[in-house]
């Protein structure tokens, strides 16, 4: 009799714990860590619109989709806004299954220098291609 009873206790205690590791495999997944970047730096989703060939480099001009993320004291970039980088031949034959015209590309971006504003024109920002994501 006092073997069954400890036999049943121990089988509780064991279904008890079992119970308790299902609960805790079901939890949500731990929250990935977020990338830092370097000031003047953005991680972005962006829509190709044009490929330019400027000797060494391509020029690119996209639409930004999304800023994911921005290093300290970067400016800004608005949702829909306009944004060109350039990156060397070398990673663009690297990648140019992943930039194409019309298609979209999730990258890090780094401030490169700002145009030269003639007569009533914007000034406009040209970026450098450091990474893509996808």
Do not use: H, R
Request: aromatic share 4%; glycine share 6%.
């Amino acid at each position: 009799m006092k073997k069954s009873l400890l036999l049943v206790i121990c089988t509780a205690l064991i279904l008890g714990c079992a119970n308790k590791k299902k609960m805790t495999d079901n939890s949500e997944p731990a929250p990935e860590a977020e990338i830092s970047l370097a000031p003047g730096y953005i991680q972005a989703n962006l829509k190709i619109l044009t490929i330019e060939d400027s000797g060494s480099q391509k020029i690119i001009s996209s639409e930004v989709l999304e800023i994911l993320n921005y290093g300290s004291s970067t400016d800004p970039v608005p949702s829909g806004s306009s944004l060109k980088f350039v990156i060397d031949n070398e990673l663009f034959n690297k990648s140019s299954n992943k930039i194409k015209q019309n298609g979209t590309l999730t990258a890090i971006l780094s401030i490169e220098q700002s145009g030269m504003m003639m007569g009533n024109d914007k000034k406009t920002n040209l970026w450098k291609l450091i990474t893509i994501n996808n």
